[in-house]
């Protein structure tokens, strides 16, 4: 009795089995049609084209970063606002030709790459009558013409009196601005 | 003229093992990837058939299946299996997919055999109850019998295809099979068997 119901599980099997391979068999020449290779070809074509403009504008923009980099490295780096603590008045008493100048220090850098040029600046000239107190209040970096350099008794050539300098100037704690020194870059 | 040239090209180059003909095809040879194409498009667009049972699904699952081969050849890793079995694999995925999408695909229904259709396997119609009956079986059934009885891939490469072990595979082509005889017995149909 389960001889024969193991007989039969089997029989089932081998034809399920052989039913499916006819169905296999049915299936054998199916493909897809021609029009379909024609458009994945297309899709491959157009993908290579893409892959050949990406590696072009990679090289491109590689090449502009490296021209940037270098462009940035030669170019000298602005420096910022220096706060004025200078003690000493500004002396404008003599109003000769001599520009009384000195160095600024040079501030600690991490890395000598980002060093920024070096500043020269004049003194501190008063712009109130009162000699202002030097030690207080805030310095702020601002951009006028040349010929502010003229109100506080420096020389200006005529035709450099529209030209832009670049000045410090201390503003009191109560607002005012009290002095002027200016600034040259190297 | 050029793609005369580029298909005897193609057809010279079937002879080409599939990793050649892949990485010739990943460095931007039209012609490997033609062969590539020639050599496995037709099992994976029956794969696609005998699972959804629609010439136009399958159409569109194999044109997908080789878009996603050309942008993401690279992820195939011979030490996993076989090129034919990554195909399989990405097919399958992309069958649920639309199977999910297209709903009414999946609603084959229950089939019930007309006449014992196993006793009688030479006539058209017979070969079209039993595709009806395989389209008719659970998903996860369905991709085991179709990959190993219609596509005639050993467990191994159907394990890596259906990314499951093999003992898997091999369970469910065994319920596969017998959820197909009850169908084709049409007596056992009747009694509502599954």
């Given amino acids: 009795m389960r001889g024969d119901r193991r ?50 504008a990679t090289w491109m923009l590689a090449a502009a970063a490296v021209l940037i980099a270098v462009l940035l490295i030669r170019q000298p780096h602005p420096r910022p606002a ?9 002396a404008v008493a003599d109003e000769s030709t001599t520009i009384p100048v000195h160095i600024a220090a040079p501030v600690k850098q991490r890395h000598a790459r980002s060093r920024p040029p ?3 600046v004049t003194e501190f000239f008063p712009l109130i009558d009162a000699p202002p107190p030097m030690d207080r209040g805030e310095v702020f970096r601002v951009s006028v013409t040349a010929a502010a350099m003229r109100t506080v008794g420096l020389p200006v050539a005529e035709d450099r009196l529209s030209d832009r300098v670049q000045a410090d100037v201390l503003v009191s704690e109560e607002g005012l601005a009290t002095a002027i020194r200016f600034v040259k870059q190297e | 003229m050029l793609p005369e040239v580029l298909d ?13 003909l892949l990485e010739r ?21 029956r794969f696609a058939l ?60 229950e089939f019930a055999a007309e006449d014992d259709v196993l006793g009688d396997l030479t006539r058209q119609e017979t070969i079209g ?12 059934y369905r991709e085991a019998v179709v990959l190993c009885d219609l596509q005639d891939l050993s467990y191994d490469e159907a394990a890596v295809a259906l990314d499951c072990p093999v003992g898997t595979v091999r369970s469910r082509l065994n319920r596969g099979r017998a959820m197909l005889a009850r169908k084709l017995r049409c007596g056992a149909i009747a009694g509502g068997v599954l």
């Fill in chain 1, 118 to 120: 070096r500043e020269i």
């Fill in chain 2, 8 to 20: 005897r090209a193609s057809d010279s180059m079937i002879e080409m093992g599939d990793a050649e």
């Fill in chain 2, 50 to 109: 005998q699972m959804t049972g629609s010439v136009v699904i399958a159409e569109d699952v194999t044109q997908e299946v080789f878009i996603a081969l050309i942008e993401h050849g690279r992820r195939f890793d011979p030490a996993r299996g076989t090129l034919a079995s990554f195909l399989y694999g990405i097919a399958r995925n992309m069958v649920r997919r639309r199977m999910e999408k297209d709903r009414e695909v999946e609603a084959i229904g």
């Fill in chain 2, 129 to 140: 109850q039993v595709r009806r009956a395989v389209l008719s079986l659970p998903g996860m």
């Fill in chain 1, 82 to 90: 220096v706060v004025a603590r200078d003690p000493a008045p500004a």
């Fill in chain 2, 25 to 45: 095809m990943l460095a931007g040879d039209e012609t490997a990837f033609t062969a590539l194409y020639r050599a496995r498009h037709a099992a994976v667009y």
């Fill in chain 1, 7 to 56: 007989g039969c599980v089997v029989k089932a099997e081998q034809d399920i089995i052989a039913a499916l391979r006819a169905l296999a068999g049915a299936d054998s020449a199916v493909e897809a049609s021609p029009e379909l290779e024609a458009r994945v070809r297309q899709a491959f074509r157009a993908r290579q084209a893409r892959r050949k403009w990406n590696r072009a």
